[in-house]
Nanobody, 126 residues
Framework: QVQLQESGGGSVQAGGPLRVSCTTI????????MAWFRQVAGREREGVAS???????RYHYSVKDRFTISRDDSKNSLYLQMNNLKPEDTAMYYC????????????????????WGQGTQVTVSS
């Protein structure tokens, strides 16, 4: 498995931007497919954005055109740039990695990922 650590969460007003980061001690680029998930207390965790080993991306329909997933191989980091945030984006955001499967496709399915960070809270006020 991969050790993951999120950072960058916080409170922001609706319409504002925020970027969350995920750092791993292992190489990100050509090794794992990565994703961001979010979860609100009492609800299931949902996939927000996925980045494949080949660089393909996939987004949840509710964040498409507002969120951007990216990586910086030199920093072993994955990012989620969130623009035009809405109160319904409020959640705990988790970084996830698919360490074992070596699949090259994107996925927003929770069961596809075997390594998880502890999460970082994002709160959007209206």
């Amino acid at each position: 498995q991969v050790q993951l650590q999120e950072s960058g969460g916080g409170s922001v007003q609706a319409g504002g931007p925020l970027r969350v980061s995920c750092t791993t001690i292992r190489m990100i680029a050509a090794t794992y497919r990565m994703a961001w998930f979010r979860q609100v207390a009492g609800r299931e965790r949902e996939g927000v954005a996925s980045l494949s080993r080949n660089g393909d991306v996939r987004y949840h329909y509710s964040v498409k055109d507002r969120f951007t997933i990216s990586r910086d191989d030199s920093k072993n980091s994955l990012y989620l740039q969130m623009n035009n945030l809405k109160p319904e984006d409020t959640a705990m955001y988790y970084c996830a990695a698919d360490f074992f499967s070596r699949k090259t496709t994107t996925s927003l399915g929770e069961s596809e990922y075997d390594s998880w960070g502890q999460g970082t809270q994002v709160t959007v006020s209206s």
